[in-house]
């Protein structure tokens, strides 16, 4: 295990956001993926390989410890939770990590929830975490008490109820997977169903996850995927009533490349291109922003927004060749972004 530069921060904001300025760090790279004439000398280029490439194959062996899925507290930005799993040892486990001493504790283990590998945590201001357990695109809900007492299981397990989201005071929650005549159940947390969101709009808009809610569900940011085009529009937006979605911006992906992360900040909306890179909107100016471009060799895959201070948690894969006609070696890393300086910071880091 690589011992990297760690964090030392003060808990209180302030002085988190001091430390981000004064401290030596790195810069987030402009992957340039192997492009010629790139004169940017905090450039970082990714290593030349792809998967289509001969000597290369899809097979991903994951090595060390995984450090995936984080997501701040919504009282302190320096506490959040992720999911941690040791290759050969253990099973996926959530643990709660604090920055300033660097101290963990483990709220939940797979042991915990009959065996099945756990995920997707999300921390609601009712002291209250809620995650899903299971494998694939089946899932079962469980809430547990952010100091890790009170286990529960949610939802009976026909429910496929993975990606939990809460809304902002935490009071309630959405998931992917449960429907009833074309609609999405809001659930209070106690497993109630208090409203609902259609599945579509217009016949032919698909909305749904990954979406953030900074407020009510209803008022929150969503991803969507328009039939009408072709190829299909992708973007974000928000839903204005039962019957109206309004889309704000187009992601323009490829087909195949999905957006795997929403997050929001005031008025500055944070995305994640799985393969092709991780974006920022401004509602204000309208302007979309290229934060960091990512190749075969380096991608993000979560994310999670300080409502604090605005940082940034990174949930990083870093891969790397195994050897000329072997796979992939997949390393999960999480830093702190300062979205305002563009530096970086090693949290979590293998």
């Given at each position: 295990m690589?011992?990297?530069?760690?964090l030392s921060l003060?808990?209180s904001?302030?002085?988190?956001?001091?430390?981000?300025?004064?401290?030596?760090?790195?810069?987030?790279p402009?992957?340039?993926c192997g492009?010629e004439?790139?004169e940017?000398t905090?450039?970082?280029t990714?290593?030349?390989f792809?998967?289509?490439?001969?000597?290369?194959?899809?097979?991903?062996?994951?090595t060390?410890?995984?450090?995936m899925e984080?997501?701040?507290?919504?009282f302190?930005?320096d506490?959040f939770?992720?999911v941690?799993k040791?290759?050969g040892v253990?099973?996926?486990?959530i643990v709660k990590?604090?920055?300033?001493s660097?101290?963990?504790?483990v709220l939940?283990?797979t042991d915990?929830?009959?065996g099945?590998?756990l995920g997707?945590?999300?921390?609601?201001?009712?002291n209250?975490?809620?995650?899903?357990?299971?494998?694939?695109n089946s899932g079962?809900?469980?809430?547990?008490?952010?100091?890790?007492?009170?286990?529960q299981q949610?939802?009976p397990?026909?429910?496929n109820?993975?990606?939990?989201?809460?809304?902002?005071?935490?009071?309630?929650?959405?998931?992917?997977g449960p429907?009833f005549?074309?609609?999405?159940?809001i659930?209070?947390i106690n497993a109630?169903?208090v409203?609902?969101l259609?599945?579509?709009?217009?016949g032919?808009?698909?909305?749904?996850?990954?979406?953030?809610?900074?407020?009510?569900?209803k008022?929150?940011?969503f991803?969507?995927?328009?039939?009408?085009q072709?190829p299909?529009?992708r973007g974000l937006?928000?839903?204005?009533?039962?019957t109206?979605?309004n889309?704000?911006?187009?992601?323009?992906?490829?087909?195949?490349?999905?957006?795997?992360?929403?997050d929001?900040?005031?008025s500055?909306?944070y995305?994640v291109?799985?393969?092709?890179?991780?974006?920022?909107?401004?509602?204000t100016?309208?302007t979309?922003?290229l934060l960091?471009?990512?190749?075969?060799?380096?991608?993000i895959?979560?994310?999670?927004v300080?409502?604090?201070s605005?940082?940034?948690l990174?949930e990083?894969e870093?891969?790397t060749?195994?050897?000329?006609?072997?796979?992939?070696d997949?390393?999960?890393n999480?830093?702190l972004l300062?979205?305002y300086?563009?530096?970086?910071?090693?949290?979590l880091?293998?």
């Amino acid at each position: 295990m690589k011992n990297l530069k760690q964090l030392s921060l003060l808990s209180s904001s302030l002085c988190l956001v001091l430390i981000l300025l004064a401290c030596r760090k790195d810069k987030v790279p402009n992957l340039s993926c192997g492009n010629e004439g790139n004169e940017n000398t905090d450039t970082v280029t990714c290593e030349d390989f792809t998967y289509t490439s001969p000597a290369i194959t899809e097979n991903m062996t994951r090595t060390d410890t995984q450090y995936m899925e984080p997501c701040f507290s919504p009282f302190t930005d320096d506490e959040f939770i992720y999911v941690r799993k040791v290759a050969g040892v253990s099973a996926p486990e959530i643990v709660k990590y604090t920055i300033s001493s660097k101290t963990e504790q483990v709220l939940c283990t797979t042991d915990d929830t009959g065996g099945y590998p756990l995920g997707s945590p999300d921390w609601g201001k009712q002291n209250k975490i809620i995650f899903n357990v299971g494998t694939g695109n089946s899932g079962i809900g469980y809430i547990i008490n952010d100091n890790g007492s009170d286990l529960q299981q949610f939802l009976p397990s026909n429910m496929n109820f993975i990606h939990p989201k809460f809304n902002g005071d935490g009071g309630e929650i959405l998931a992917t997977g449960p429907a009833f005549n074309g609609m999405r159940p809001i659930f209070d947390i106690n497993a109630n169903i208090v409203d609902s969101l259609p599945y579509y709009f217009n016949g032919s808009v698909g909305v749904g996850s990954p979406a953030s809610f900074d407020g009510e569900i209803k008022n929150g940011i969503f991803s969507f995927t328009d039939l009408t085009q072709d190829p299909a529009d992708r973007g974000l937006g928000y839903i204005e009533s039962d019957t109206t979605f309004n889309p704000i911006v187009s992601t323009n992906n490829p087909t195949g490349y999905g957006v795997t992360d929403i997050d929001k900040y005031q008025s500055l909306i944070y995305y994640v291109i799985y393969g092709l890179g991780f974006y920022q909107y401004n509602e204000t100016t309208g302007t979309t922003t290229l934060l960091q471009e990512m190749c075969d060799s380096r991608k993000i895959i979560k994310i999670s927004v300080s409502q604090i201070s605005g940082n940034i948690l990174i949930e990083e894969e870093n891969n790397t060749k195994l050897s000329e006609f072997g796979g992939v070696d997949v390393q999960s890393n999480i830093y702190l972004l300062n979205p305002y300086s563009m530096e970086k910071i090693p949290v979590l880091v293998e």
